[in-house]
Nanobody, 124 residues
Framework: QVQLVESGGGLVQAGGSLRLSCAAS????????MGWFRQAPGKERKFVAA????????HYGDFVKGRFTVSRDNAKNTVYLQMNSLKPEDTAVYYC?????????????????WGQGTQVTVSS
């Protein structure tokens, strides 16, 4: 079992930046692939980014286009999502998730544990 708690969301103007954090507790953090997803009102949850066990591999949803960076600090049991050049369409609840397999990390089904989410609102 692992518990995930996101933080860092908030209200930001278009073009601004936010850094989300996800703190993990419970089982060994470094044994998990970590992902970020987001869900806008009335829409399905969408893959944002994923990072492998030691941070050597990352990948992103197509819409990210170089604006977001995922990273992790295994010593702090924390994964981060740095979001720059934010747009109003980035407004959503952002979730972090933990799973075991990097090959399935773009799919919600690839994750076994989820946080409660943190709201990000980008004003125009």
């Amino acid at each position: 079992q692992v518990q995930l708690v996101e933080s860092g969301g908030g209200l930001v103007q278009a073009g601004g930046s936010l850094r989300l954090s996800c703190a993990a507790s419970g089982r060994t953090f470094s044994s998990f692939v970590m992902g970020w997803f987001r869900q806008a009102p009335g829409k399905e949850r969408k893959f944002v980014a994923a990072i492998d066990w030691n941070g050597s591999s990352t990948h992103y949803g197509d819409f990210v286009k170089g604006r977001f960076t995922v990273s992790r600090d295994n010593a702090k049991n924390t994964v981060y999502l740095q979001m720059n050049s934010l747009k109003p369409e980035d407004t959503a609840v952002y979730y972090c998730a933990a799973g075991y397999y990097y090959g399935t990390s773009t799919s919600e089904r690839g994750y076994d544990y989820w946080g409660q989410g943190t709201q990000v609102t980008v004003s125009s």
